[in-house]
Nanobody
Framework: QVQLVESGGGLVQAGDSLRLSCAAS????????MGWFRQAPGKEREFVAS????????YYGDSVKGRFTISRDNAKNTVYLQMNSLKPDDTAVYSC????????????WGQGTQVTVSS
């Protein structure tokens, strides 16, 4: 089992930046692929970004490319999502997820953290 806990959400204004963190514990040995997803009220869950276990490969959803950066610190078992130039459309609950590899399903999910961007 892998436990994931997100933090760093909050209320910001459009144009501001925010950094989310996802701390992994439990069977967090080894390097799981990690991802960030978001879900806004009334909308389906949306892929935001993912990163390989080594951190050497990253992928982004079209709506966040050029504004968000995913990174990881394996020594701390933590993944980050740096969000810049935030827009009201970025308002959602952001959740992190872990899987054996980028090509595998994400089997473990955190509870999520709310990000609200005011105009």
């Amino acid at each position: 089992q892998v436990q994931l806990v997100e933090s760093g959400g909050g209320l910001v204004q459009a144009g501001d930046s925010l950094r989310l963190s996802c701390a992994a514990s439990g069977r967090a040995r080894g390097m799981y692929a990690m991802g960030w997803f978001r879900q806004a009220p009334g909308k389906e869950r949306e892929f935001v970004a993912s990163i390989s276990g080594s951190g050497g490969s990253t992928y982004y959803g079209d709506s966040v490319k050029g504004r968000f950066t995913i990174s990881r610190d394996n020594a701390k078992n933590t993944v980050y999502l740096q969000m810049n130039s935030l827009k009201p459309d970025d308002t959602a609950v952001y959740s992190c997820a872990a899987g054996l590899s980028l090509g595998s399903p994400f089997d473990y999910w955190g509870q999520g953290t709310q990000v609200t961007v005011s105009s």
